[in-house]
């Protein structure tokens, strides 16, 4: 398996502009999560999907950002208009449903790195 | 509700010696508990992890933990340091019931020859 794949992995951009990241998790992984990190603030949850549905979404920061699954092999987030305070690591991660001992393991992505000027 | 503190943004050893990263974890019930490692430009990958049973886990690259619920502890440990383990070092915990983990701030591990 080829891991969670995220794209662009770097990406520069004025303020104001559409910023779109892309995820593509683990085949049978049936959860999906996106995490932001910085230096302030460590990695913070933003949202996260089970089965393509999301379930909590009570960490994206405001409705400049929005965060969609399509199918289960596909997710974006999207932050439109950007702004400077953007500029941080996107994670994207996915995990299967819990196991027997309850402990499904998150496998993260490379991360998009952010930088809005 | 869950949180996490690692005690310590920043610990330097030498090369050979013991590393020691501090956890400390609040829950209410007995919870998941796991180590991850970042590498410089590298998402985190996961060194070990805590479910249940035995409660000193072993993870790779020689790297343990020890769950004392006692202390509501969960340090992570490696008896002699490589240049190789400069990273940073995340604690994180998720209760039984909940899909999302929480993370600790993350402490950068320093190696010196």
């Known amino acids: 398996d080829a891991g969670v794949i995220q794209s662009p992995r770097h990406e520069v951009t004025e303020m104001g502009q559409e910023v779109t990241l ?37 960490g994206m920061p405001e409705d400049r950002f929005s ?5 289960a092999s596909f997710s974006t987030l999207k932050i439109q208009p950007s702004e400077p305070r953007d500029s941080a690591v996107y994670f994207c991660a996915s995990s299967p449903s819990r196991d027997r001992a309850g402990a499904n393991v998150l496998t993260f992505g490379a991360g998009s790195r952010l930088t809005v000027l | 509700a869950q949180s996490v503190t690692q005690l310590g943004s920043h610990v330097s ?37 805590y479910t249940t049973g035995a409660t000193l886990v072993k993870g790779i690259n020689g790297f343990e933990a020890e769950f004392k619920k006692s202390e509501t502890s969960f340090h992570l440990t490696k008896p002699s340091a490589h240049m190789s383990d400069a990273a940073e070092y995340f604690c994180a915990v998720r209760e039984s019931g909940y899909s999302t983990l929480t993370f600790g701030k993350g402490t950068m591990l320093l190696v010196s020859p």
Not at chain 1, 67 to 71: G, H, Q, V
Not at chain 2, 22 to 33: E, F, G, Q
């Open chain 1, 22 to 58: 892309r995820c593509k998790p683990i085949s049978g992984h049936d959860y999906l999560f996106w995490y932001r990190q910085t230096m302030m603030r460590g990695l913070e949850l933003l949202i996260y999907f089970n089965n393509n549905v999301p379930i909590d979404d009570s």
């Open chain 1, 67 to 71: 965060a969609k699954m399509p199918n």
């Open chain 2, 13 to 49: 050893v030498s090369e050979g010696a013991l590393v020691l990263l501090r956890c400390n974890y609040s829950s209410s019930v007995p919870p998941y508990l796991f180590w991850y490692v970042q590498y410089p430009n590298q998402g985190l990958q996961l060194l070990l992890k």
